[in-house]
Nanobody
Framework: QAQLVESGGGLVQPGASLRLPCSAS????????MGWYRQAPGKQRELVAA???????DYADSVKGRFTISRDNNKNTVYLQMNSLKPEDTAVYYC????????????WGQGTQITVSS
């Protein structure tokens, strides 16, 4: 039973920093692509950052230069470091683990609310 658990959310002021960890269990972590998505009210869920099992990284244009994704395979944990947070970053952030064999399937965390407001 795969399980992803995010933490580190909350209410912060513009310009603040947060680091979101996502701990995975029930999977061979090093074999999975990991990512962070977010969904704001009334908007579609969007990719924020992703890192393949080979270390290739992709970011949404809106977070480039501010957010950093990293993973620690020894701890079965993926992180999202968020700096210079803006009100438009307000969303529920979801951790994602993706397998491609024997078929493509996504596992999702429960989500954590990030609210950026003064």
């Amino acid at each position: 039973q795969a399980q992803l658990v995010e933490s580190g959310g909350g209410l912060v002021q513009p310009g603040a920093s947060l680091r979101l960890p996502c701990s995975a269990s029930g999977i061979v972590f090093s074999m999975y692509h990991m990512g962070w998505y977010r969904q704001a009210p009334g908007k579609q869920r969007e990719l924020v950052a992703a890192m393949t099992n080979g270390g290739t990284i992709d970011y949404a244009d809106s977070v480039k230069g501010r957010f950093t994704i990293s993973r620690d395979n020894n701890k079965n944990t993926v992180y999202l470091q968020m700096n210079s947070l803006k009100p438009e970053d307000t969303a529920v952030y979801y951790c994602n683990a993706r397998r491609t064999i024997p078929y493509e399937y996504d596992y999702w965390g429960q989500g954590t609310q990030i609210t950026v407001s003064s």
